[in-house]
RNA sequence: GCCGAGAUGGCGGAAUUGGUAGACGCACACGACUCAAAAUCGUGCGGAGCAAUCCAUGAGAGUUCGAUUCUCUCUCUCGGCACCA
């Protein structure tokens, strides 16, 4: 380890300190070092080679702890004894304390990892103590991408390098004495791990939560792989920095949207920083505002200014002024929606801008006069960047689109419309309404371009406090309402409320709730992830399905949950039909089957069949009279006469005209054996409150139908009046069928096995490394079984981690993902701590696939719906100099080293020591000295305890002391004050030093509050005085509130609000007691010069203050 | 640009219902032990001054008997978001 230079002849330790981080090299003492005169002196004299014999020979009898051997003894017996292997016990009250599973990398555990995990170990130690059954895990979250690349680059498989690095970690890990359970631990690359992460993909897809679909995503080009929104920082790959493109591509989506409102609602309910709380809330970014149709005319101005120009699907554009009303279904209306959250500036809107991919620009081509330099403008702007795009944010640019205008439905003005770039297609509805005079963005707009300015809401402080001046000229704040006709005077909270209504009542508008939030793309074109458990099936993506929906009496295809049904299927890429059947007010069956004949020709693939209400008689005899074969026939509704509820109808207000129709449509029974036939499964939706059927009655009629009855408490008809908005829970009868093609692998075929490839580059064509592996890829079709192709994207590396928690409660369960009694007792968590940056992502996709297997029953009710009890963090470790660590930059400190030196209990004191847990900071080699200095001091105090004697020795002060001690160390440890806590510690130390004696007992305590700190020597010195048992199963002390208060205080007297003297009196002394000994005191008689005192104000315990 | 956190000795930091600023640790200086070094122990350690004292918590103002703590203005640093309508 050291060698001396020949030239020098000094003993090498004089002139090398030890080895230090990442240089290599020794640092070298400069010799001309200004060191003390006499260490100058001396070391001229001395002598060459004299000297080691003489310092073994003389070197101080104080033997120092011997940290490797008590570190290898403590660990073997904790793991020996199982202490932190736990199981379920229904006597004790749990605690599950969680720190995040560590990456694998190949760089080892860096100094990061300890500070986080040393105070979770900190706080479950002491839970212990304090008597709680304590689950502390660890695994490995091994899936990624540095070791795949890695991977590409050496031609080894993941698979080796991951289990290697698990080594090392596991060994690093346990080098630092954390009570983990280890006989938990897991990795997400474990099969009978991924085939749960799998599985619970499976039920989001068959829950619709998950779904593919073409979508231009952010393609790397450097890691050649598709990102998350949330993995595109300014424009570049959050891991590699490499440029990011759009691309498209078929993917895999989670709709976590539907989530949104939850994951921000429920943060009500949990104990999370506030910043953290506010990241996940701006980052879902819920506003709420309206959405508004404008009617876009052409020109010259048409003849009908302001009347809603609508356009037939197919015609691309209407002749001049002409007013083409479009169909109510299926017609792509002439508006332009926009949504906004300041509904309440409408009369301000004086020109509008659409985003350059907005399709009303190709719709209203040959319309628009110079498109030319329309098609310009969108060509320059999608060559930006997103960088630039972001760059050039200062300038806005834009092009008026000639021809057309839009009408301002609230005062029927004509207004231009312009494309630019500063709109986004992605958010809102890609187009918004300009209000130049509240809006900082339109207002450099309108000024560029010279537009129409006016000013519609008026700043009320500026109004009350004239010379008070807005510092711009657009206010973008709440006021008062102006220029805005009968609106004039309403505050803004009252007008865009009142306007709101307005809009919906003339059905040019509505309230709308927007989300910054996007699905989640859940595809990686990568090898070393989770497979996607589907299967492609072109025998099956060509049979496609037919959803046929009849809606009830008075019913069309715009109410009730058909609109949102409809868009459910067409995600799924399924043919649905929702007809309007004649004659709705007044239907006659023979109308409506006739109306649903002419349809029949357009059914393609299996059929399934809705029939709601008095649909469900229509749905029975349309198959019936047919002989159609229907896959599935759901029936929302009585089909035959005996179960119709003729009483509950009159109840319900229906006359006996509306009764006639009821008998016309289920007068006549269908013949319900045919009919079982011909469909293959049947479903019946009841309710028990239902005015249209008795669901007893329903149960017998439906008799020889052989159905699936599903009764919903309030849901199976009708729910809250006419018209639920939607019915998720029918999702479920679609579950199993093709999403285009796609279908789930059978669950009792999972794990779907990532198979062994030997080449993982990715591909430029955007394709996984996993397409090449041809045998793995064709399977067959679990429905038809024909032959089929395997998903070859694979999950990215939030999948593993979003649930990893709760296998730790069942870890080796291979029939469900988590016993429920398990699962019951241990979750949700306690307490999680992690890293600041893991508070946005990790945290809302584990919050959201929380919520989901909640939802689903997964995890049982009593866990509650949200994962995580308490969420905090922990700063960063950086290197010295305050930088970030890195592996470029070299300055990556090891743990290993110094648990080397100094041990793990120096390592673990000084990770918690160095400064505020929360902030960043930097680590310092020479301030690891100072704790283990402490650590010395602590074991050389054992010289000074009187074992014999438990009687009072030592003074009353150092009792006092140990009591505020042990207080101030349990309150910091649970406000994650830890560096306070040792502080506390080193000070009571420093005073038990000065002592000639200890009593035992004082020094227990002290090791006992001191053991969750540095529990290798704490253990040691435990069983040295005598204990048998580990100190973990001694209990947390408790001070005595007597002690705690000393019997002398000092107190402080202020002159004139100076700082003057300070004198030492008893606890006991009473207030006029105190202000006498004050003025009695020669300092302040001196200060005082003879002067009346005009005021003393003495404050219980801290400062008596004068004022002459 | 917006949101959030922060700025205290040579360094990491402590102290807030407004009450003795600089705890604890590092570094440094001197001393003890040693032939010597390391380790250890002791003393000192914000600045100016021989001292009495004065000045000091990013800068400037204010409230108060008293402000690191509260209010206002400004500067800088860090973190998050970033044309989100």
Not at 154 to 178: A, D, H, Y
Not at 343 to 355: N, S
Not at 940 to 968: A, Y
Request: aromatic share 10%; charged share 30%.
């Amino acid at each position: 380890m050291f060698f001396t230079p020949a030239s020098s002849g000094f003993p090498a330790e004089v002139f090398f300190l030890p080895k230090r981080r990442g240089t290599g090299k020794m640092r070298i003492l400069d010799l001309s070092f200004p060191r003390s005169a006499s260490w100058r002196r001396e070391s001229r004299k001395t002598i060459p080679g004299s000297r080691v014999s003489a310092r073994d020979d003389k070197q101080k009898p104080m033997e120092k702890y011997n940290h490797k051997e008590i570190e290898k003894k403590w660990q073997k017996i904790w793991a020996d004894q199982k202490i932190f292997e736990v199981e379920v016990d229904e006597k004790k009250p749990k605690f599950y304390g969680l720190i995040e599973f560590p990456y694998p990398s190949g760089d080892g555990l860096h100094t990061g990892h300890p500070r986080s995990n040393t105070a979770m170990d900190i706080i479950c130690r002491k839970r212990k103590m304090e008597g709680f059954n304590v689950l502390y895990p660890i695994g490995f979250d091994s899936f990624g991408l540095p070791t795949e690349n890695y991977a590409i680059k050496m031609g080894v498989n993941p698979k080796i390098i991951t289990e290697k690095n698990i080594q090392i970690f596991t060994r690093q890990l346990k080098s630092l004495g954390f009570g983990f359970d280890w006989s938990r631990v897991f990795s997400t690359t474990d099969e009978d791990y991924y085939k749960w992460t799998q599985w619970i993909f499976l039920q989001m897809f068959k829950n619709g939560l998950a779904y593919k679909a073409k979508e231009a995503i952010n393609w790397c080009t450097s890691c050649k792989v598709g990102l998350a929104n949330e993995e595109v920082v300014n424009g570049k790959c959050e891991r590699c920095g490499g440029e990011v493109v759009q691309k498209e591509k078929e993917q895999w989506i989670l709709r976590i949207t539907k989530y949104a409102d939850r994951l921000i609602d429920d943060l009500g309910t949990v104990d999370y920083l506030e910043k953290i709380k506010t990241q996940q809330i701006n980052w879902i970014g819920r506003s709420e505002g309206a959405e508004v149709d404008f009617s876009i005319t052409t020109t010259p101005p048409s003849t009908a200014v302001g009347a809603p120009l609508l356009r037939k699907e197919g015609i691309s554009s209407p002749s001049e002024g002409e007013v083409v009303r479009s169909e109510r279904t299926g017609g792509v209306a002439d508006t332009l929606k926009v949504f906004t959250t300041r509904p309440d500036t409408l009369f301000g809107a004086t020109f509008m801008v659409v985003a350059p991919e907005h399709e009303i620009i190709s719709n209203f081509e040959s319309r628009i006069s110079n498109f030319g330099e329309v098609k310009k403008y969108i060509e320059e702007s999608k060559k930006k960047t997103d960088i630039e795009r972001t760059d050039l944010a200062k300038e806005k640019t834009g092009v008026e689109l000639k021809g057309i205008k839009a009408i301002n439905p609230v005062n029927n003005k004509e207004i231009p419309i312009f494309v630019a770039d500063y709109v986004l297609m992605g958010y809102g509805t890609g187009a918004i309404m300009a209000v130049p005079a509240h809006d900082t963005r339109d207002y450099e707009f309108a000024k560029k371009y010279g537009l129409e300015i006016v000013e519609v809401v008026k700043d009320i402080k500026a109004l009350k406090h004239e010379n008070i001046k807005t510092k711009e000229e657009c206010f973008i704040g709440d006021g008062v309402a102006i220029n805005s006709g009968e609106f004039d005077g309403l505050t803004t909270v009252e007008f865009k409320e009142k306007i709101t209504a307005w809009l919906e009542e003339k059905g040019i508008g509505k309230k709308t709730v927007n989300y910054k939030l996007h699905d989640w793309i859940f595809s990686r074109q990568r090898y070393w992830g989770e497979p996607i458990p589907m299967v492609y099936c072109e025998t099956c993506a060509k049979k496609k399905t037919t959803v046929l929906i009849i809606h009830g009496f008075g019913g069309h295809s715009q109410e009730n949950w058909f609109p949102w049904f409809k868009k459910e299927m067409e995600a799924r890429g399924i043919n649905i039909f929702i007809p309007d059947m004649p004659n709705t007010d007044s239907p006659k069956l023979e109308e409506w089957l006739e109306s649903l004949e002419k349809l029949k020709d357009k059914f393609a693939g299996d059929l399934m069949v809705i029939g709601h209400s008095l649909g469900a008689p229509a749905a029975c005899k349309f198959i019936e009279k047919n002989n159609l074969a229907v896959k599935k026939l759901i029936l929302v509704g009585p089909a035959g006469k005996n179960c119709l509820n003729l009483e509950g109808l009159r109840k319900a207000g229906f006359d006996e005209s509306d009764l006639e129709v009821a008998k016309d449509f289920c007068g006549e029974e269908p013949d319900w054996k045919i009919l079982n036939k011909l469909a293959e499964k049947k479903v019946v939706y009841l309710s028990e409150n239902d005015p249209f059927i008795i669901a007893s009655d329903a149960k017998k009629e439906y008799k020889a139908l052989n159905p699936e009855f599903i009764v919903f408490e309030n849901k199976g008809h009708f729910n809250e009046g006419y018209g639920i908005k939607e019915f998720p829970e029918i999702l479920k009868e679609f579950a199993e069928l093709e999403n285009n093609g796609w279908v789930p692998v059978p669950e009792n075929e999972l794990p779907v096995v990532l198979p062994e490839i030997e080449d993982f580059m990715p591909t430029d064509s955007g394709d996984s490394p996993l397409a090449k592996a041809t045998d793995w890829i064709n399977t067959k079709c679990p429905v038809c079984g024909g032959p089929a192709k395997r998903e070859t994207d694979v999950m990215p590396n939030w999948a593993g981690s979003n649930w990893y928690f709760i296998r730790y409660c069942d870890p080796k369960n291979n029939k469900m993902m988590v016993d429920p009694k398990k699962a019951k007792y241990w979750l949700p968590v306690d307490w999680y701590n992690g890293g600041m940056e893991h508070t946005t992502l990790h945290l809302l996709y584990s919050r959201f696939v929380w919520k989901f297997l909640y939802d689903i029953n997964a995890v049982p009710r009593e866990c509650g719906n949200e994962p995580y009890k308490k969420r905090t963090a922990h700063g960063m470790v950086l290197g010295e100099g305050g930088i970030k660590m890195s592996k470029s930059k070299g300055n990556v400190i090891n743990p290993d080293d110094y648990v080397q030196k100094f041990g793990a209990d120096t390592v673990r004191l000084y990770e918690m020591f160095m400064g505020p847990f929360d902030q960043q900071i930097p680590w310092d080699d020479k301030g690891v000295v100072g704790v283990y200095r402490f650590l010395n001091k602590v074991w050389d105090l054992q010289e000074k305890v009187n074992r014999n004697q438990k009687s009072e020795i030592g003074d009353k002060k150092l009792l006092t002391l140990l009591h505020q001690t042990i207080k101030k160390v349990g309150e910091d440890i649970e406000n994650m004050r830890f560096n306070t806590a040792i502080s506390a510690m080193m000070i009571l130390v420093n005073e038990m030093e000065k002592q000639p004696e200890l009593r035992v007992t004082d020094y227990e305590l002290l090791i006992t509050i001191l053991s969750p700190f540095a529990p290798h020597l704490s253990e040691e010195i435990w069983s040295q005085l005598g204990h048998k048992k580990s100190i973990l199963f001694e209990s947390w002390p408790e001070y005595d509130p007597k002690l705690i208060v000393a019997d002398e205080i000092e107190i402080g007297v202020q002159i004139n609000g100076k700082l003057r003297d300070a004198i030492a009196i008893s606890i006991k002394a009473s207030e006029d007691e105190i202000k006498s000994v004050v003025l009695a005191s020669p300092k302040v008689k001196k200060w005082l010069d003879g002067k009346e005192p005009k005021k003393i104000i003495y404050i219980k315990g801290k400062i008596v203050s004068i004022v002459v």
